[in-house]
């Protein structure tokens, strides 16, 4: 079975500059979420999608960031402009979803983000 | 607001040299609480799930446990291939099955 594919896993930006990140969830996973993980701290939620609609945005930032999920498959998120505390990993996760959750969500490797 | 707190924030072990992490967590109505381990440059894995205190759960050297206000992760006979970081993360409510990560502790087993 295909993992959660991500990419790219390295970007060098200016600050003000844009940059968009690509996930690929597991197939038939209808839950899909975007963490930021800073470096030495746990990952931070910053939007979850249940098949293409958003459940939870909270924490997204919304005058920088944006994320969206065409056809219930395949994500991206985006930022614009870029700030130096943009730097960090940001994680793709999916998960079978529905009500019962046994908690195991499925990660990719990252995109790691550098803002100079 | 829900707050994840895990500590020591990095622990040093000798192989064979048995220990215990912790996560402790403030969140009414939790629903669960799940471990998971992450090596560098990767993403998180997940490990267990508990839902109720006094639940435990083992793989291999590993043993989660839950009381009503912490859990601990057990490792029992540590070897290097155990070196990562090990995060917590509870969910309050199901519908939103949003996932509130601790910092995780930074585990190494020296040989």
């Known amino acids: 079975e295909a993992g959660v594919a991500q990419s790219p896993r390295y970007k060098i930006i200016e600050k003000r500059q844009s940059v968009a990140f690509w996930c690929n969830p597991i197939s038939g996973h209808a839950t899909l979420y975007w963490y930021q993980q800073i470096l030495g701290q746990g990952p931070k939620l910053l939007i979850q999608?249940?098949?293409?609609?958003?459940?939870?945005d909270s924490q997204l930032p919304k005058d920088r960031f944006s994320a969206e999920r065409l056809k219930g498959v395949d994500s991206t998120l985006k930022i614009q402009p870029a700030k130096l505390e943009d730097s960090a990993v940001y994680l793709c996760a999916s998960s079978p979803g529905g009500m019962i959750n046994t908690g195991e969500l499925f990660f990719g490797e990252g995109s790691r983000l550098t803002v100079l | 607001e829900d707050q994840v707190t895990q500590s020591p924030e990095a622990l040093r072990l000798q192989e064979g040299e048995s220990s215990s992490l912790n996560c402790s967590y403030t969140?009414?109505?939790?629903?669960?609480l799940f471990w998971y381990r992450q090596d560098p440059g990767k993403g998180p894995e997940f490990l267990f799930t508990?839902?109720?205190a006094g639940e435990e759960k083992e793989k291999e050297r590993l043993k989660a446990t839950l009381t009503k206000k912490e859990s601990f992760l057990h490792i029992t006979a540590p070897k290097p291939e155990d070196s990562a970081t090990y995060l917590c993360a509870v969910i309050r409510d199901n519908y939103g099955q949003n996932f509130v990560f601790g910092p995780g502790t930074r585990l190494s087993v020296l040989p």
């Open positions: 969140v009414s109505g939790l629903r669960g």
């Open positions: 999608f249940q098949n293409n609609g958003v459940v939870d």
């Open positions: 508990l839902y109720s």
